[in-house]
């Protein structure tokens, strides 16, 4: 426990330091691959340190802190990319790129992960085995994790462990709040649609002489609502949104085609609930469209699976959070009661390799002002409980390779 509090004191003199990244993260949102700042200005603090930082896939980055003792490897990471929406929050550190905005706390993540990177450079001869410190690009589209376990970032050395940190805001909890996944499916499975209903455009005026598109997606949407009443078992797990409906540019016109987009979330980690709303989905577009004379066409992208959490890591990791943070540090399931988000990250790609672990760090609590929570274009983070974020990150490594000896 005294250990565990000399850390933190470490972590919090770097306050002023991690502010001061984080905001300057947050000023320069980029999304995807397309990080040439985030990636550049990420490379140059890790070589300040002392670090030979390693490009990774198409715009990841790897650091290696430890190696010196023979030992297991653990894996930290934090993701790097912003979201394609425009910044309404009241803050004077806006995102000075428009339509871009670091709405997820993804800017936190990054900056918490150099504190770490900091303290663990510190306590490097402490280290028992070898931390890899993973900064990753397109966590919001569920491409980013993919493309490094594909570059090799599990392997040389080979990772034993995994551990995450993701901020939350607008929630009833205390700022400093570090929240630890229990064992078991943690978050949904999520994979996108995108269906074309193909017709035949003409004069408002002419119903009769058109295929009207419009018509028929309507009717595909309406019928898709059977799946999840009728053909989902009630024990299991299996929602899907259309989110975004598109059709013609005026009001006097029947377009040539209509189109829907949407997201399918499953808690099933083989994936079996989402296998068959695929395919019904696909069956009652193309039945309906028959119907209706119209061609219709699906198309699934982007796919994530679920987040599955080690139990033996993640009690580990709770009981070196309790060391740290004491009645701060809680399981999860104490708020979610067991049950797993409908969310979803892609370092559930992660999860399916090596036993994995995620952190949840409360950074905004309602009771402070902090009603808006991620994705929203008001969001705010409370940057204040960086700190808190970089040591869970790498006291919570130490402990586990110590432990692992």
């Not at 198409?58 to 430890?66: E, F, H, I, Q, S």
């Not at 009652?284 to 198309?299: D, F, N, P, Q, S």
């Not at 104490?334 to 036993?355: L, T």
Request: glycine share 10%.
């Amino acid at each position: 426990m005294e250990r565990a509090c000399q850390f933190l004191k470490e972590a919090i003199n770097l306050r002023p330091e991690l502010k001061k990244i984080r905001r300057e993260l947050h000023r320069h949102p980029e999304v995807g691959f397309d990080l040439t700042f985030t990636k550049a200005f990420v490379k140059e603090q890790l070589e300040k340190l002392g670090y030979t930082p390693v490009e990774m896939g198409r715009a990841g980055l790897v650091a290696v802190c430890g190696g010196k003792k023979p030992g297991k490897t653990i894996l930290l990471r934090a993701d790097m990319d912003a979201l394609p929406i425009y910044e309404e929050a009241d803050i004077d550190y806006r995102s000075e790129t428009e339509g871009r905005m670091h709405g997820c706390g993804h800017d936190m993540h990054t900056a918490m992960l150099l504190g770490a990177a900091k303290l663990l450079k510190a306590h490097e001869s402490e280290i028992q085995g070898t931390v890899k410190l993973e900064f990753q690009p397109a966590e919001e589209i569920f491409q980013g994790s993919p493309d490094m376990i594909s570059a090799g970032v599990l392997e040389d050395p080979h990772v034993d462990a995994a551990v995450m940190i993701h901020v939350t805001a607008g929630l009833p909890l205390p700022s400093g709040t570090v929240m630890v996944a229990g064992g078991g499916i943690s978050t949904a499975s999520c994979e996108q649609y995108h269906i074309t209903v193909q017709g035949k455009g003409g004069h408002g005026s002419v119903p009769h002489e058109t295929i009207d598109p419009i018509t028929a997606a309507a009717h595909i949407h309406l019928a898709l609502q059977e799946i999840n009443s009728r053909e989902i078992d009630g024990h299991d797990y299996g929602v899907f949104t259309t989110g975004r409906f598109e059709a013609g540019q005026t009001s006097n016109v029947i377009p040539d085609k209509a189109e829907m987009w949407g997201t399918i979330r499953t808690t099933d980690p083989d994936n079996k609930v989402g296998e068959l709303i695929k395919k019904r989905i696909e069956e009652i577009g193309k039945g309906v469209g028959m119907a209706l004379r119209c061609e219709v066409t699906t198309e699934f992208y982007d796919f994530c699976p679920c987040m599955v959490i080690d139990e033996e890591l993640s009690n580990a990791v709770l009981s070196c959070m309790k060391e740290m943070f004491d009645s701060h540090a809680i399981s999860l399931s104490e708020i979610s009661g067991g049950k797993p988000g409908g969310g979803s990250e892609d370092f559930a790609f992660v999860s399916h390799e090596v036993p994995t672990v995620s952190i949840f760090l409360v950074a905004g609590s309602i009771n402070d002002g902090y009603i808006y929570g991620q994705h929203h274009p008001k969001v705010r983070f409370d940057d204040s409980v960086l700190h808190c974020g970089a040591a869970a990150y790498a006291y919570s490594a130490l402990r586990w390779l110590e432990q692992h000896n």
